[in-house]
Nanobody
Framework: QLQLVESGGGLVEPGGSLRLSCAAS????????IGWFRQSPGKEREGVSC??????????ASSGSVNGRFTISRDNAKNTVYLQINSLKPEDSAVYYC?????????????????????WGQGTQVTVSS
């Protein structure tokens, strides 16, 4: 059974850092694009970053909300994808989800469109507050 489990969220002060983890089980991570999305109350779920199946491409949200503060990485041997967030701001507060998409378009960088992803974790809460 394919499963994604996020961890690493919590309460952090503005300017702090967090590393979120997405542990995958039941499938081979190297055959899937993995995306990170976030959703805050009253807002739509938005894409933050994604990593292509073989780790040969990444994409970040084009809005200024990410602005070089996010780093995505994956360890296919450990079946885990990470999202490092630095210089956290209150507006980063949200539930962060990871999602998986079976790779069919080899050679194309992953997309940050939530409708493209078939499998979702339960999310991890990030709260940025002093």
């Amino acid at each position: 059974q394919l499963q994604l489990v996020e961890s690493g969220g919590g309460l952090v002060e503005p300017g702090g850092s967090l590393r979120l983890s997405c542990a995958a089980s039941g499938f081979t991570l190297g055959n899937y694009d993995i995306g990170w999305f976030r959703q805050s109350p009253g807002k739509e779920r938005e894409g933050v970053s994604c990593t292509s199946a073989r780790g040969d491409g990444t994409r970040f949200a084009s809005s200024g909300s990410v602005n070089g503060r996010f780093t995505i990485s994956r360890d296919n041997a450990k079946n885990t994808v990470y999202l490092q967030i630095n210089s956290l701001k209150p507006e980063d507060s949200a539930v962060y989800y990871c999602a998986a998409k079976p790779k069919t378009d080899w050679g194309r960088v992953c997309l940050l469109m939530k409708g493209e992803y078939d499998y979702w974790g339960q999310g991890t809460q990030v709260t940025v507050s002093s």
